[in-house]
């Protein structure tokens, strides 16, 4: 696979139509380099659609539900399992969107992507603002989902383990059930 050169400083979410005319897998842009994303698994995508149509029930009118979209960052361009973000930075066009409009990220560890799910994502959307981030595990096969806020000081604090259910009030009400994993 042939990359373009990435201009002085690297590329950024302005060079994403460009590079996916000629980046023809998933990737992200980290410091300004083109990474490739790990494949996912079966467990992941059944995860992202079940928490997708969970979340578009219970958000306000003021939030969309997004999967896979990326989040501008500069350099770093991070493309997030699920994102809620304000319904009004949303277009039939976007490829990315600003930090101050995402409210909620979600990551769904696969074996490809622990490091980066537990340590290198949330530093980043803690850095950039971001108020709420969850983080799904798979627990022998079931869904467990760990929820964490902004602190005032930066970086996230954790705010719950949820097996079987999520309930709560950031970035808006949130009660959910976790079904069973199945396919």
Not at 10 to 25: E, H, I, N, S, Y
Not at 59 to 68: G, L
Not at 104 to 114: A, I
Request: hydrophobic content about 45%.
């Amino acid at each position: 696979m042939l990359v373009p050169t990435p201009p002085r400083g690297g590329f950024t979410a302005r060079d994403l139509p460009r590079l996916m005319k000629v980046v023809d897998v998933r990737f992200e842009l980290l410091d300004g380099e083109v990474v490739m994303m790990a494949p996912s698994t079966v467990w992941h995508n059944e995860v992202i659609d079940i928490l997708k149509f969970a979340l578009r029930r219970v958000a306000p009118a003021w939030v969309s539900i997004a999967t896979e979209q990326r989040i501008d960052l500069g350099c770093t361009v991070p493309e997030p399992d699920l994102l809620a973000v304000s319904r009004d930075a949303v277009a039939a066009d976007s490829l990315s969107f600003a930090p101050g409009d995402v409210h909620l990220v979600v990551e769904v560890v696969s074996p490809g992507t622990k490091t980066k799910d537990r340590v290198l994502r949330p530093a980043q959307y803690a850095e950039a603002g971001i108020k709420c981030f969850w983080r799904v595990e798979n627990e022998d096969n079931a869904i467990v989902i760990y929820t964490f806020e902004l602190l005032p000081e930066g970086g996230y604090a954790p705010t719950g383990v949820h097996r079987s259910r999520v309930q709560v009030d950031r970035p808006f009400p949130i009660d959910i059930e976790l079904p069973e994993v199945t396919w």
